[in-house]
């Protein structure tokens, strides 16, 4: 067996242990997670072994068929009064709009860490040309310190924890949490939330990581991160909103705050 294919099962086996826990899942998590676990293991994919997300696209396709469909049907039984026909067409739009929730979480949420994915920060918080942002607010870059030689002294499965208890902490902030990358995370915060206020809560977590031991068999060792801020307005530039973030991180790593 060739050391490139047993890196590949070894691959599959990560994922599965990382989706065994998902209801559903479709190509495009699946795609996702096993190119972050390629990524962890240093193999790089080739076009042929990128999952195709088309099974995704025609989800979506048949949920908006049928949201046209009950809307045609509601608008021709609000014309002729009918109750009935409304009632049921309530009915399905409930169930559609649950089903379309379920969807977007999917879509939308990391299926590791459960934070929100990096789709979601270009949907949701980008405006449609994904150059720009819709809104003013401060964006937090988040950077685990050390997570490589965390990953190959312990193993991806102690790794995969460690982001989980990261995650979680700063959920604790209020913020919206965004993984963005491997080990990298994004925690936005809306334009009311001052830069005091976020920075107290920010080194709130960080302490509490400070004073955290991870145990693995008879082996311990802490977990902290290095975090850069960058307050921006309605319609700056994402990259250099992402770039002032990743500037004042790295300042952080060298002389930490």
């Given at each position: 067996m060739s050391d490139l294919y047993k890196e590949h099962i070894d691959i599959t086996n990560e994922v599965k242990e990382s989706i065994q826990k998902l209801k559903v899942v479709f190509p495009a998590?699946?795609?996702?997670?096993y190119a972050e676990k390629a990524h962890a293991h240093h193999v790089k994919l080739k076009p042929n072994q990128v999952i195709s997300s088309e099974m995704l696209d025609e989800k979506m396709v048949r949920h908006l068929i049928t949201l046209s469909k009950c809307t045609d049907e509601a608008i021709h039984a609000i014309e002729t009064e009918d109750k009935e026909v409304l009632k049921s067409v309530?009915?399905?739009?409930?169930?559609?709009?649950?089903?379309?929730?379920?969807l977007q979480k999917i879509v939308?949420?990391?299926?590791?860490?459960?934070?929100?994915?990096?789709?979601?920060?270009e949907d949701t918080l980008c405006n449609s040309d994904h150059i720009s942002v819709r809104d003013s607010g401060t964006l937090i870059m988040v950077d685990l310190n050390k997570f490589k030689q965390i990953n190959d002294t312990y193993g991806h499965v102690v790794g995969d924890k460690v982001l989980i208890h990261i995650a979680f902490k700063l959920k604790e902030s209020g913020g919206r949490v965004v993984r963005y990358g491997g080990?990298?995370?994004?925690?936005?915060?809306?334009?009311?939330?001052?830069?005091?206020?976020?920075?107290?809560?920010?080194?709130?977590?960080?302490?509490?990581?400070?004073?955290?031991?991870?145990?693995?068999?008879?082996?311990?060792?802490?977990?902290?991160?290095?975090?850069?801020?960058?307050?921006?307005k309605k319609g700056a530039s994402v990259d250099s909103i992402i770039q002032a973030a990743d500037k004042a991180m790295y300042q952080n790593k060298i002389s930490p705050m």
């Open positions: 998590e699946y795609n996702r997670l309530l009915k399905q739009t409930k169930i559609l709009q649950q089903e379309i929730h379920e939308y949420e990391d299926g590791l860490t459960k934070s929100y994915n990096r789709q979601w920060f080990d990298e995370f994004l925690v936005i915060f809306d334009a009311k939330v001052s830069q005091n206020e976020i920075k107290t809560k920010m080194e709130t977590i960080l302490e509490y990581c400070n004073h955290i031991h991870f145990k693995v068999d008879q082996n311990e060792f802490k977990i902290n991160f290095a975090y850069g801020m960058a307050e921006f």
